[in-house]
DNA sequence: CGGTTAATTGAACGCATTCAACACGAGTGG
DNA sequence: CCACTCGTGTTGAATGCGTTCAATTAACCG
């Protein structure tokens, strides 16, 4: 099994790893497009999801129209237990996308209801920490340091590498709370400060690892 | 048992009966005054909490000093199982309370560790439906609908009654993510326009519950 | 009562938004 | 190969919302 890269994760993966496998035997394969939906906001929860490749993003629209990016999910992560018998996000393909699907019920059968209640707590927890994360996020910090957070968390993994962002700067807004001009704005400052280095819209590299890497904690 | 009332609580509660039960059988009761800490920030998080009565409070503090409320508890309210294996937030007393503690273990020993499992689970998402919806509050609401949120939300069990904030205007600011002159101007605004009428600043009615009930959307 | 903390109000500032114009890149067709 | 277009991203200027700092008032508790 490859090592699950996920900008958005906990460190501690391990809960999750009966997860992994049983929708790795268990499940079957689909193929998304870009911008295809993969579930719908309000449909029913009833199945485990994980990216074999390509990008995956959830997201919900009030009301009034405005929308709220949940997560990111990248090649390895599990996706679609967010929540309990609906789903509040939609999920639909950021890039074109290879997705690995199983049915709940198929995966308690086959690994015991008890070990993946067990295994879905983890993941669900683990899921939390990420959202209560995001909270602090949103309510105590700064456009420049939510813009650099986000930064840092992509390229945290390999930090002397370019890193690729894979979703529009509307995308990054909607999942800061910023509006996408803002999201710009900070990009560039980032820059002007010889904190990163774009070289071109979606791919930047780090230049002061410690100054971005400051903004994510 | 008797009802359990909470603002923040999903509507349905019916998967941590079994949890419920459990601490009331199981637990030891303990009392504590006001501002006293019930855990704290990192400690491990083995055991299992109910609130008697009185309000709890969780707070984290991040590096620079600033606060953020995770949520406040209420008579009838589980917490102390929003994450992992240690305590991301701290909960304090807000008044004067008693709470009913229990071990994990003690409470897997007598129902079963897949029961257990599949109960804060249970009670885990509901915990998340509250995060996601909170993000979304965060991210996309003005100040004045997130403090007529709050509002909505502790008086939406009985509208037409005059109903009692028990946390400090701070305590609000830390939760909505704004200063408490903020908070305290929203409330004169709501007040101006006649949605609510404060007796006294911990003790208001809904005037008008329509347009209160819209913000909490 | 006086002393103390909590809450409200005012004024000035600053950050992020909004609206608008412009730049850039990829794809298309002449 | 260049002109054109469309989607995406950047930049500028003006506005406004929420913050900050400071002063005042209200509630609480001895």
Redesign the pocket.
Known sequence: MDKPYSPFAADDRRPAAILIDAVERLGGSMRFSRDEEIYAQEEDADRLYRVVSGVVRTSRFSADGRRQIGSFYYAGDLFGFEVGSRHVFAAEALTDCEVRVARRGAIALAAGTDKIDEAILGATQMEMERLQAHVVLLCRR???ERVGAFLAAHARNDPSAETELPM???DMADYL??????V??M??RLQDEAIVD?GS??RFQVRRWPALAAMAA
């Open positions: 700064s456009a420049k529009s700067r509307q709370g910023l509006s996408m001009e803002t710009s704005r990009l560039t774009f819209t979606r």
